[in-house]
Protein backbone atom coordinates (compact mmCIF):
# COMPACT_ATOMS: atom_id res chain seq x y z
CA UNK A 1 0.00 0.00 0.00
CA UNK A 2 2.71 2.02 0.85
CA UNK A 3 4.62 1.41 -2.39
CA UNK A 4 1.12 2.62 -4.36
CA UNK A 5 0.68 5.59 -2.78
CA UNK A 6 4.36 6.54 -3.39
CA UNK A 7 3.93 5.77 -6.51
CA UNK A 8 0.74 7.89 -6.78
CA UNK A 9 3.15 10.75 -4.97
CA UNK A 10 5.60 10.74 -7.36
CA UNK A 11 3.28 10.76 -10.80
CA UNK A 12 1.37 13.39 -9.38
CA UNK A 13 4.12 15.51 -8.58
CA UNK A 14 5.94 14.66 -11.95
CA UNK A 15 3.16 15.69 -14.24
CA UNK A 16 4.89 18.56 -15.55
CA UNK A 17 7.97 16.58 -15.83
CA UNK A 18 7.19 15.03 -18.88
CA UNK A 19 6.18 18.75 -20.80
CA UNK A 20 9.72 19.68 -20.11
CA UNK A 21 11.70 18.16 -22.98
CA UNK A 22 14.81 18.05 -21.96
CA UNK A 23 16.94 14.50 -21.69
CA UNK A 24 20.13 15.84 -20.10
CA UNK A 25 19.74 13.87 -16.65
CA UNK A 26 19.98 17.42 -14.66
CA UNK A 27 18.11 18.18 -12.06
CA UNK A 28 15.01 20.94 -13.50
CA UNK A 29 13.92 24.65 -12.22
CA UNK A 30 11.29 25.84 -13.97
CA UNK A 31 10.16 29.54 -12.97
CA UNK A 32 6.31 29.86 -13.11
CA UNK A 33 5.64 33.56 -13.58
CA UNK A 34 3.01 35.53 -14.46
CA UNK A 35 4.45 38.79 -14.99
CA UNK A 36 7.93 40.06 -16.99
CA UNK A 37 10.75 39.61 -14.67
CA UNK A 38 12.26 42.58 -13.80
CA UNK A 39 15.61 43.67 -13.34
CA UNK A 40 15.76 45.84 -10.14
CA UNK A 41 13.14 44.22 -8.12
CA UNK A 42 12.10 40.70 -7.62
CA UNK A 43 8.34 39.72 -7.93
CA UNK A 44 6.34 36.87 -6.85
CA UNK A 45 6.78 33.56 -8.65
CA UNK A 46 6.92 29.61 -8.01
CA UNK A 47 9.86 27.42 -8.49
CA UNK A 48 8.96 23.89 -9.58
CA UNK A 49 11.94 21.62 -8.78
CA UNK A 50 12.10 18.55 -10.69
CA UNK A 51 15.51 15.63 -9.96
CA UNK A 52 14.42 13.03 -11.75
CA UNK A 53 17.76 11.20 -10.09
CA UNK A 54 15.03 10.02 -7.62
CA UNK A 55 15.41 6.45 -6.49
CA UNK A 56 11.95 6.18 -7.19
CA UNK A 57 11.64 8.00 -10.22
CA UNK A 58 11.24 11.36 -10.02
CA UNK A 59 11.01 14.16 -7.11
CA UNK A 60 8.89 17.08 -8.26
CA UNK A 61 8.21 20.11 -5.99
CA UNK A 62 6.65 23.60 -5.93
CA UNK A 63 8.53 26.47 -4.16
CA UNK A 64 7.61 30.00 -3.35
CA UNK A 65 9.31 32.07 -4.23
CA UNK A 66 10.75 35.82 -5.67
CA UNK A 67 12.55 36.39 -8.69
CA UNK A 68 14.24 38.86 -10.88
CA UNK A 69 17.02 39.03 -13.58
CA UNK A 70 20.41 39.00 -12.71
CA UNK A 71 23.81 41.11 -14.02
CA UNK A 72 25.96 43.58 -15.08
CA UNK A 73 28.05 43.35 -17.73
CA UNK A 74 26.26 40.46 -19.06
CA UNK A 75 22.66 41.92 -19.22
CA UNK A 76 23.61 42.89 -22.98
CA UNK A 77 23.80 38.74 -24.09
CA UNK A 78 20.49 37.46 -25.32
CA UNK A 79 20.24 34.66 -22.38
CA UNK A 80 19.16 36.06 -18.89
CA UNK A 81 20.51 35.22 -15.29
CA UNK A 82 18.27 35.24 -12.60
CA UNK A 83 18.28 35.87 -8.57
CA UNK A 84 15.89 33.72 -6.91
CA UNK A 85 14.89 34.00 -3.02
CA UNK A 86 12.85 31.29 -2.09
CA UNK A 87 9.95 31.46 0.82
CA UNK A 88 11.93 28.98 3.10
CA UNK A 89 16.03 27.42 2.68
CA UNK A 90 15.76 24.47 0.85
CA UNK A 91 19.16 22.38 -0.33
CA UNK A 92 19.15 22.65 -4.43
CA UNK A 93 21.20 19.90 -6.56
CA UNK A 94 22.60 18.52 -3.18
CA UNK A 95 24.02 21.95 -2.25
CA UNK A 96 24.05 23.54 1.48
CA UNK A 97 20.29 24.65 2.28
CA UNK A 98 19.55 28.28 1.43
CA UNK A 99 16.85 30.49 0.73
CA UNK A 100 19.02 32.96 -1.89
CA UNK A 101 20.35 31.72 -5.39
CA UNK A 102 21.95 32.84 -8.44
CA UNK A 103 20.94 31.11 -11.56
CA UNK A 104 24.22 31.84 -13.97
CA UNK A 105 23.75 31.72 -17.76
CA UNK A 106 27.36 31.71 -18.28
CA UNK A 107 26.18 32.72 -21.97
CA UNK A 108 30.03 34.02 -22.74
CA UNK A 109 31.67 30.65 -21.71
CA UNK A 110 31.10 27.84 -23.93
CA UNK A 111 32.60 25.69 -21.32
CA UNK A 112 30.25 26.45 -18.40
CA UNK A 113 33.36 25.47 -16.15
CA UNK A 114 35.07 28.44 -15.82
CA UNK A 115 33.03 29.65 -12.82
CA UNK A 116 33.35 26.32 -11.15
CA UNK A 117 37.35 25.42 -11.83
CA UNK A 118 37.93 29.02 -10.46
CA UNK A 119 36.01 28.65 -7.34
CA UNK A 120 36.81 24.78 -6.54
CA UNK A 121 40.35 25.42 -6.61
CA UNK A 122 39.96 28.54 -4.46
CA UNK A 123 38.53 26.52 -2.01
CA UNK A 124 40.86 23.81 -2.00
CA UNK A 125 44.05 26.06 -1.19
CA UNK A 126 42.52 26.83 1.99
CA UNK A 127 39.28 25.39 3.06
CA UNK A 128 39.38 27.14 6.68
CA UNK A 129 39.40 30.38 5.64
CA UNK A 130 38.53 30.78 1.63
CA UNK A 131 35.03 30.69 1.04
CA UNK A 132 33.69 30.44 -2.85
CA UNK A 133 30.20 30.17 -4.04
CA UNK A 134 29.48 26.34 -3.84
CA UNK A 135 27.84 25.50 -7.91
CA UNK A 136 25.84 22.89 -9.31
CA UNK A 137 24.10 22.62 -13.09
CA UNK A 138 20.80 22.73 -13.86
CA UNK A 139 18.44 23.32 -16.71
CA UNK A 140 16.19 26.50 -16.65
CA UNK A 141 13.23 26.39 -18.09
CA UNK A 142 10.29 29.50 -17.59
CA UNK A 143 6.76 29.08 -18.08
CA UNK A 144 7.57 25.74 -19.56
CA UNK A 145 9.87 27.33 -22.47
CA UNK A 146 13.46 25.75 -22.06
CA UNK A 147 15.94 28.45 -21.65
CA UNK A 148 19.37 26.39 -21.56
CA UNK A 149 21.61 25.00 -19.29
CA UNK A 150 23.10 27.48 -15.86
CA UNK A 151 25.17 27.59 -13.63
CA UNK A 152 23.41 27.26 -10.04
CA UNK A 153 25.21 29.09 -7.52
CA UNK A 154 25.26 30.06 -3.65
CA UNK A 155 24.65 33.86 -3.07
CA UNK A 156 27.57 35.31 -1.05
CA UNK A 157 25.70 36.44 2.06
CA UNK A 158 25.99 36.47 5.75
CA UNK A 159 24.99 32.83 5.96
CA UNK A 160 27.33 31.54 3.36
CA UNK A 161 30.23 33.93 4.46
CA UNK A 162 29.64 32.49 7.97
CA UNK A 163 29.10 36.03 9.78
CA UNK A 164 28.41 36.78 13.43
CA UNK A 165 25.55 38.21 12.20
CA UNK A 166 25.08 39.64 16.45
CA UNK A 167 28.43 41.01 16.24
CA UNK A 168 28.21 44.81 15.52
CA UNK A 169 31.65 44.55 13.20
CA UNK A 170 30.75 41.77 10.93
CA UNK A 171 30.68 43.52 7.58
CA UNK A 172 30.20 42.70 3.99
CA UNK A 173 31.22 44.62 1.09
CA UNK A 174 31.08 43.75 -2.79
CA UNK A 175 33.70 45.06 -4.97
CA UNK A 176 34.51 48.20 -2.50
CA UNK A 177 36.57 50.73 -3.91
CA UNK A 178 39.21 50.92 -1.20
CA UNK A 179 41.93 48.83 -3.20
CA UNK A 180 41.65 52.14 -5.49
CA UNK A 181 44.92 54.08 -5.79
CA UNK A 182 42.74 57.28 -6.36
CA UNK A 183 38.93 56.21 -5.78
CA UNK A 184 37.71 59.37 -5.41
CA UNK A 185 34.59 59.41 -8.58
CA UNK A 186 34.31 55.43 -8.74
CA UNK A 187 31.50 55.11 -6.11
CA UNK A 188 28.08 54.63 -7.95
CA UNK A 189 25.80 55.71 -4.88
CA UNK A 190 26.97 58.47 -2.33
CA UNK A 191 24.86 57.29 0.11
CA UNK A 192 26.89 54.08 0.06
CA UNK A 193 30.24 54.43 -1.50
CA UNK A 194 31.88 50.92 -0.26
CA UNK A 195 28.80 49.07 -1.27
CA UNK A 196 28.30 47.64 1.85
CA UNK A 197 26.11 44.33 1.42
CA UNK A 198 25.53 44.01 5.28
CA UNK A 199 24.44 44.97 8.19
CA UNK A 200 21.94 46.96 6.13
CA UNK A 201 23.19 50.60 5.90
CA UNK A 202 20.61 52.45 7.30
CA UNK A 203 21.19 50.03 10.24
CA UNK A 204 24.62 50.40 10.32
CA UNK A 205 26.68 52.05 8.18
CA UNK A 206 30.53 50.83 8.58
CA UNK A 207 31.85 53.47 5.83
CA UNK A 208 34.62 55.11 7.97
CA UNK A 209 35.73 51.84 8.72
CA UNK A 210 36.74 51.22 5.56
CA UNK A 211 38.05 54.73 5.47
CA UNK A 212 40.62 53.83 8.15
CA UNK A 213 41.43 50.84 5.98
CA UNK A 214 41.89 52.65 3.26
CA UNK A 215 43.69 55.44 4.99
CA UNK A 216 46.11 52.36 5.92
CA UNK A 217 46.89 51.07 2.40
CA UNK A 218 47.75 54.72 1.37
CA UNK A 219 49.16 56.60 4.26
CA UNK A 220 51.01 53.48 6.47
CA UNK A 221 54.72 54.00 6.30
CA UNK A 222 56.61 50.51 5.27
CA UNK A 223 57.39 49.75 9.13
CA UNK A 224 53.62 50.63 9.90
CA UNK A 225 52.29 48.55 7.32
CA UNK A 226 54.61 45.37 7.55
CA UNK A 227 53.65 45.67 11.13
CA UNK A 228 50.31 46.02 11.17
CA UNK A 229 49.05 44.53 7.29
CA UNK A 230 48.05 41.18 9.04
CA UNK A 231 45.63 43.13 11.98
CA UNK A 232 44.11 44.72 8.68
CA UNK A 233 43.29 41.48 6.48
CA UNK A 234 43.91 38.01 6.70
CA UNK A 235 47.87 37.69 4.49
CA UNK A 236 47.18 33.94 3.78
CA UNK A 237 43.82 34.34 2.25
CA UNK A 238 45.24 37.01 0.44
CA UNK A 239 47.91 34.90 -0.85
CA UNK A 240 45.84 32.89 -2.28
CA UNK A 241 44.24 35.38 -3.82
CA UNK A 242 46.92 36.79 -5.40
CA UNK A 243 48.06 33.22 -7.20
CA UNK A 244 44.87 32.64 -8.03
CA UNK A 245 44.81 35.83 -10.04
CA UNK A 246 47.83 35.03 -11.42
CA UNK A 247 47.12 31.06 -12.34
CA UNK A 248 43.82 32.05 -13.84
CA UNK A 249 44.88 35.70 -15.45
CA UNK A 250 41.85 36.71 -13.95
CA UNK A 251 42.48 40.44 -14.90
CA UNK A 252 38.77 41.48 -14.40
CA UNK A 253 39.22 39.93 -10.65
CA UNK A 254 42.11 42.13 -9.39
CA UNK A 255 39.33 45.71 -8.98
CA UNK A 256 36.31 43.66 -9.00
CA UNK A 257 34.79 40.74 -8.86
CA UNK A 258 35.07 39.75 -5.45
CA UNK A 259 33.42 40.25 -1.86
CA UNK A 260 35.45 41.41 0.95
CA UNK A 261 34.26 40.56 4.45
CA UNK A 262 35.06 40.34 8.49
CA UNK A 263 33.09 37.87 10.38
CA UNK A 264 33.33 40.30 13.44
CA UNK A 265 35.21 41.71 15.94
CA UNK A 266 37.98 39.58 16.37
CA UNK A 267 38.56 38.89 12.91
CA UNK A 268 40.16 40.31 10.23
CA UNK A 269 39.15 41.01 6.63
CA UNK A 270 38.70 38.29 3.95
CA UNK A 271 38.08 38.06 0.27
CA UNK A 272 35.68 35.66 -1.69
CA UNK A 273 36.02 35.39 -4.88
CA UNK A 274 33.39 35.92 -7.45
CA UNK A 275 32.52 35.96 -11.20
CA UNK A 276 35.64 34.04 -13.54
CA UNK A 277 34.46 34.92 -17.34
CA UNK A 278 37.78 36.43 -17.52
CA UNK A 279 40.07 33.61 -17.00
CA UNK A 280 41.35 30.54 -18.29
CA UNK A 281 42.70 31.43 -21.71
CA UNK A 282 39.32 34.07 -22.56
CA UNK A 283 39.50 37.48 -21.74
CA UNK A 284 35.71 38.34 -20.16
CA UNK A 285 34.37 39.50 -23.77
CA UNK A 286 35.75 35.78 -25.28
CA UNK A 287 38.61 36.77 -27.08
CA UNK A 288 41.53 34.28 -26.59
CA UNK A 289 44.61 35.30 -24.29
CA UNK A 290 46.75 32.47 -24.09
CA UNK A 291 48.88 34.81 -21.71
CA UNK A 292 48.86 37.06 -24.40
CA UNK A 293 48.30 39.96 -21.97
CA UNK A 294 49.09 39.41 -17.90
CA UNK A 295 46.96 40.60 -14.42
CA UNK A 296 48.63 43.53 -13.62
CA UNK A 297 48.11 43.56 -10.05
CA UNK A 298 50.03 46.32 -9.12
CA UNK A 299 47.31 48.16 -10.38
CA UNK A 300 45.15 47.30 -6.81
CA UNK A 301 47.09 49.29 -4.26
CA UNK A 302 47.20 46.39 -1.49
CA UNK A 303 49.14 44.40 -4.09
CA UNK A 304 51.56 47.11 -4.76
CA UNK A 305 51.81 47.99 -1.19
CA UNK A 306 52.72 44.25 -0.30
CA UNK A 307 55.30 43.87 -3.57
CA UNK A 308 56.83 47.38 -3.49
CA UNK A 309 58.12 46.95 0.37
CA UNK A 310 61.02 45.16 1.14
CA UNK A 311 60.43 44.82 4.41
CA UNK A 312 57.46 42.83 4.10
CA UNK A 313 58.84 40.51 1.48
CA UNK A 314 55.92 39.21 0.02
CA UNK A 315 57.56 38.34 -3.40
CA UNK A 316 59.39 35.44 -1.38
CA UNK A 317 56.04 34.24 0.42
CA UNK A 318 54.19 34.15 -2.47
CA UNK A 319 57.24 31.89 -4.26
CA UNK A 320 57.18 29.84 -0.85
CA UNK A 321 53.01 29.46 -1.31
CA UNK A 322 53.55 28.10 -4.69
CA UNK A 323 55.90 25.22 -3.55
CA UNK A 324 53.32 24.63 -0.91
CA UNK A 325 50.21 24.09 -3.65
CA UNK A 326 52.32 22.66 -6.06
CA UNK A 327 54.08 19.86 -3.19
CA UNK A 328 50.49 18.64 -1.93
CA UNK A 329 48.99 19.05 -5.74
CA UNK A 330 46.64 21.46 -5.23
CA UNK A 331 48.00 23.06 -8.49
CA UNK A 332 48.61 19.86 -10.93
CA UNK A 333 48.18 19.68 -14.22
CA UNK A 334 46.48 16.21 -13.83
CA UNK A 335 44.11 17.25 -11.25
CA UNK A 336 43.03 20.10 -13.53
CA UNK A 337 42.74 17.59 -16.57
CA UNK A 338 40.66 15.24 -14.08
CA UNK A 339 37.93 18.18 -12.61
CA UNK A 340 38.11 19.69 -16.42
CA UNK A 341 36.99 16.13 -17.62
CA UNK A 342 34.46 15.42 -14.57
CA UNK A 343 32.78 18.86 -15.15
CA UNK A 344 32.41 18.23 -18.74
CA UNK A 345 31.22 14.68 -18.60
CA UNK A 346 28.45 16.14 -16.54
CA UNK A 347 26.98 18.58 -18.96
CA UNK A 348 27.87 16.18 -22.27
CA UNK A 349 24.45 16.06 -22.89
CA UNK A 350 23.11 19.15 -21.70
CA UNK A 351 25.54 21.25 -23.97
CA UNK A 352 24.03 20.15 -27.47
CA UNK A 353 20.32 21.27 -26.62
CA UNK A 354 21.76 25.04 -25.41
CA UNK A 355 23.90 25.33 -28.46
CA UNK A 356 20.58 24.47 -30.61
CA UNK A 357 18.98 27.52 -27.93
CA UNK A 358 22.11 30.01 -27.92
CA UNK A 359 24.11 29.19 -31.22
CA UNK A 360 27.97 29.16 -30.61
CA UNK A 361 28.61 31.29 -33.49
CA UNK A 362 26.47 34.15 -32.41
CA UNK A 363 27.40 38.23 -32.84
CA UNK A 364 29.02 38.19 -29.18
CA UNK A 365 31.76 35.32 -29.52
CA UNK A 366 35.10 35.93 -31.13
CA UNK A 367 34.96 32.61 -32.77
CA UNK A 368 32.54 29.75 -33.18
CA UNK A 369 34.83 27.08 -31.21
CA UNK A 370 32.79 24.06 -30.04
CA UNK A 371 32.45 23.14 -26.41
CA UNK A 372 35.21 20.65 -27.16
CA UNK A 373 37.89 23.07 -28.84
CA UNK A 374 36.57 25.55 -25.22
CA UNK A 375 37.77 22.40 -23.33
CA UNK A 376 41.68 21.89 -24.56
CA UNK A 377 41.73 25.82 -24.56
CA UNK A 378 41.45 25.55 -20.79
CA UNK A 379 43.02 22.41 -20.57
CA UNK A 380 45.92 23.97 -22.86
CA UNK A 381 46.27 27.63 -20.38
CA UNK A 382 46.80 25.87 -17.52
CA UNK A 383 48.89 23.66 -18.45
CA UNK A 384 51.18 26.80 -20.21
CA UNK A 385 50.28 28.79 -17.06
CA UNK A 386 51.63 26.50 -14.46
CA UNK A 387 55.21 25.73 -16.05
CA UNK A 388 54.89 29.55 -16.62
CA UNK A 389 54.81 30.20 -12.70
CA UNK A 390 56.67 27.20 -11.47
CA UNK A 391 59.75 28.63 -13.88
CA UNK A 392 58.58 32.11 -11.76
CA UNK A 393 58.67 30.97 -8.59
CA UNK A 394 61.21 28.32 -8.94
CA UNK A 395 59.51 24.85 -8.74
CA UNK A 396 61.31 21.99 -9.88
Not at 183 to 198: A, H, R
Amino acid sequence: MKSIALLCFTLFFCSSYSQLQDLTGLVKINLLVNDNLEWNSKIGCNINYIDSSYQYGCASIIIGAKAKMHGGTSRKYPKRSYTLKLDYPKSLVGLPKDKDWILNASYIDKTFIRHQLYYELFYKMNKRHNIAPKCAYVSVFKSNEYQGLYVLMQRLDASTLKLNKTDSLAMIFKEPIVFYPDSTDLFEDINNIYNQKFPAIENINHSSFLDSFNRFLKTSSPIQFTNDISKWIDMNNVTDWYLMLELSNNSDGIMKNFYLYKKDHSSPFRIAVWDADHSFGKDGDNELNMMKTEPDLKRNILFRRLLDNELYDFENKVKFRWHQLRYNLTIDSKSFDEMINDYSLEINQAIASNEALWPINAKWYYDANSFEDEIEIIKSFVHLRIQQLDKLYDYH
